[in-house]
Each structure stands twice: as structure tokens, then as C-alpha cells.
């Protein structure tokens, strides 16, 4: 029986002798996420989150291109009710929440474009490392849709008026320079070699760190945003409600031709 792009992809993770975490998600298909990698990877973020051996958590992509093209167009278009397109966009919703919950402070690791879901995974993080190929572009307006679950992490993060220029202008990429200048990533590198030397030299640096310290700096960061449970399951709503409309199918699927 032939596996379709629904089924695939993976979650990994480890623990190091440090106390330093690496979760590594993937996907054949430009590391695009459907629900069931969704799940698996805020459940591994959770669970980390509540491993007293963890330290620190670096979050990463398989692959040395893309780092993630959003939502699984695939799982898109096979949506037929709203409980199921809110399930859907709840994925994204519930890896945004697992890192705002984590109480461990989690680097993230972008070599490469971010698209949708993978911008808010990007902006979910409590500090971003990226490569000079890292650009980025919310593009669900071009399919009928909008950046509602993503939209707040992205938005604490850059803030209204980058958020929104991302969520307008849908098909345009902005550079991973425009990014670093907004707040989305710390520091650009030319090379993922050099972006993972510093990755490491900063991991290593939180694991002598004091936890407890971390934990309530975490906190303190993520201020204000108490009410996200209620919020993005809202958002995932508005959104599955739109991906059943004629124009976003009739739009899923001439993106999908391209």
C-alpha cells in the first residue's frame, strides 16, 4: 500500500549529557506539516518541557533547504467539515501553544525559507538562529485563507505593521535580512556551519545556566498571552470555515498546479 504525503514525514529528539534537547521535525515535501506530525511535534515539546534532565531545547528541520512550507496542502484540500478543518488548523495552533507553555527556553534553527505555519513555528521560539536563505512569506491570503493562528505569535514578535505587510502582500518573499531587522531572527549566517557553531556555543552556555532563573525569564517573555488556548482555537476556527468556500478550494488547488 503506497503511503501518501498525508502519512509521512517524522519527529525526532534527543538528550545530550548536557541537559541540551534536540527536536528535529521533517517532511519529503519542503518540510510541509500535516496534523499527525503536528501533534507529535507539540506533544515532544511538552514533553521535553517537563524533563527535569532538559536544560535547553533546540528546535530544528530535516534538510538543508526549505525549513517549513506551512500547512500540508494535501490535507488542505481533503478537508470536507468545519469540526475537521478546525482540527487542521489547530495543529499549528497546539505547537505554538507547546512552545509558549514550555518551560524551557527554546532556540530555534532556521536554514532556510519559512512559509506560513513555519514563520509562526519560527516566531514561537524564545530565540532565533537563521542562514542568509532563510527568507520568509505568509502566503494563505494567495489560497483563500489568512495567517489567524500564526498571526499573534508573528505579531508579538515583529509587530503589527511587519505582520501585516506579510499577511497583505502574500506572494512576496521578504529576505531573511528584512527578518533579522524586524526581530523574527537574532543573527544571519552565511552558512549553516557557522550558524550551528553558535547554536551549540549558546546551548551549551543555558545548560550552566540557573533553570529556575530561565523558567521565570520564559515566563516574563510571554506575558500577555494567557488567553492563547482560548485564542488561536478561535483563529483555527475562522480558518476552517474558509478552507471549505469554493474559492479557497478553487485557490488550494491552482497554488497547487504552479
Known amino acids: 500500500m503506497s503511503t501518501t504525503a498525508i502519512d509521512q514525514g517524522h519527529v525526532h529528539s534527543t538528550v545530550n549529557d548536557l541537559g541540551i534537547a534536540t527536536i528535529e521535525f521533517g517532511h519529503p515535501l519542503s518540510n510541509s506539516l500535516p496534523g499527525k506530525i503536528l501533534q507529535k511535534l507539540a506533544d515532544t515539546i511538552t514533553e521535553l518541557g517537563a524533563n527535569d534532565e532538559v536544560k535547553v531545547i533546540v528546535l530544528r528541520s530535516a534538510g538543508d533547504r526549505a525549513f517549513c512550507a506551512g500547512a500540508s496542502f494535501d490535507e488542505l484540500i481533503s478537508i470536507n467539515d468545519i469540526d475537521t478543518g478546525k482540527k487542521f488548523f489547530s495543529g499549528f495552533a497546539n505547537v505554538i501553544n507547546a512552545c509558549r507553555k514550555c518551560p524551557k527556553l527554546?532556540?530555534?534553527?532556521?536554514?532556510?525559507?519559512?512559509?506560513?505555519?513555519?514563520?509562526?513555528?519560527?516566531?514561537?521560539?524564545?530565540?532565533?538562529?537563521?542562514?542568509?536563505?532563510?527568507?520568509?512569506?505568509?502566503?494563505?491570503?494567495?489560497?483563500?485563507?489568512?495567517?489567524?493562528?500564526?498571526?499573534?505569535?508573528?505579531?508579538?514578535?515583529?509587530?503589527?505593521?511587519?505582520?501585516?505587510?506579510?499577511?497583505?502582500?502574500?506572494?512576496?518573499?521578504?529576505?531573511?535580512?528584512?527578518?533579522?531587522?524586524?526581530?523574527?531572527?537574532?543573527?544571519?549566517?552565511?552558512?549553516?556551519?557557522?550558524?550551528?557553531?553558535?547554536?551549540?556555543?549558546?546551548?551549551?552556555?543555558?545548560?550552566?545556566?540557573?533553570?529556575?532563573?530561565?523558567?521565570?525569564?520564559?515566563?516574563?517573555?510571554?506575558?500577555?498571552?494567557?488567553?492563547?488556548?482560548?485564542?488561536?482555537?478561535?483563529?483555527?476556527?475562522?480558518?476552517?470555515?474558509?478552507?471549505?468556500?469554493?474559492?479557497?478550494?478553487?485557490?488550494?488547488?491552482?497554488?497547487?498546479k504552479k
Not at 549558546?202 to 488567553?227: C, I, Q, Y
Request: with cysteine; proline share 2%.
Open 106 to 256: 527554546i532556540i530555534g534553527r532556521v536554514q532556510g525559507k519559512a512559509v506560513g505555519g513555519g514563520v509562526g513555528v519560527a516566531s514561537a521560539v524564545d530565540y532565533c538562529f537563521a542562514t542568509r536563505y532563510a527568507d520568509v512569506k505568509l502566503s494563505e491570503l494567495a489560497v483563500g485563507i489568512g495567517p489567524f493562528v500564526v498571526g499573534p505569535a508573528v505579531q508579538r514578535k515583529i509587530g503589527l505593521s511587519a505582520m501585516s505587510q506579510l499577511a497583505i502582500n502574500a506572494t512576496e518573499w521578504r529576505t531573511a535580512q528584512w527578518a533579522k531587522n524586524r526581530g523574527l531572527y537574532t543573527d544571519i549566517y552565511d552558512s549553516v556551519e557557522e550558524m550551528d557553531e553558535e547554536i551549540d556555543a549558546l546551548a551549551k552556555r543555558l545548560s550552566k545556566s540557573n533553570p529556575e532563573a530561565m523558567r521565570l525569564l520564559k515566563k516574563v517573555f510571554w506575558e500577555g498571552t494567557e488567553d492563547w488556548d482560548q485564542l488561536l482555537s478561535e483563529r483555527a476556527a475562522m480558518s476552517g470555515e474558509l478552507v471549505l468556500s469554493d474559492f479557497t478550494r478553487n485557490a488550494i488547488n491552482a497554488f497547487k
